[in-house]
Nanobody, 115 residues
Framework: QVQLVESGGGLVQPGGSLRLSCAASGIIFRLYTMGWYRQAPGKQRELVAG???????NYADFVERRFTISRDSAKKTVSLQMNSLKAEDTAVYYC?????????WGQGAQVTVSS
């Protein structure tokens, strides 16, 4: 059974930082492209950042170098370090694992940026 379990969400003030982590099980982690997506109320889910099996990263334009995605194949985790958070970053953040064998999602972690 594939499981992606996010942690690290919460409430933070504008300008603050949060680190999201996603622990994967039930997949051959090193073979999957991992990604973080987010969905704000009333909006479509959108890609935040991705990291390929080989370690190549890509980011949405709105990240503006504030976020960093990383993966640890030994621990089977993918993380998203988020700095300089803005109110518009408020959303549910989802972990995703994807390759030709499957496309899997975590349950989501709420991130709220508010003073």
């Amino acid at each position: 059974q594939v499981q992606l379990v996010e942690s690290g969400g919460g409430l933070v003030q504008p300008g603050g930082s949060l680190r999201l982590s996603c622990a994967a099980s039930g997949i051959i982690f090193r073979l999957y492209t991992m990604g973080w997506y987010r969905q704000a109320p009333g909006k479509q889910r959108e890609l935040v950042a991705g990291i390929s099996a080989g370690g190549t990263t890509n980011y949405a334009d709105f990240v503006e170098r504030r976020f960093t995605i990383s993966r640890d194949s030994a621990k089977k985790t993918v993380s998203l370090q988020m700095n300089s958070l803005k109110a518009e970053d408020t959303a549910v953040y989802y972990c995703n694992a994807k390759n030709h064998m499957g496309d899997y999602w975590g349950q989501g972690a709420q991130v709220t940026v508010s003073s």
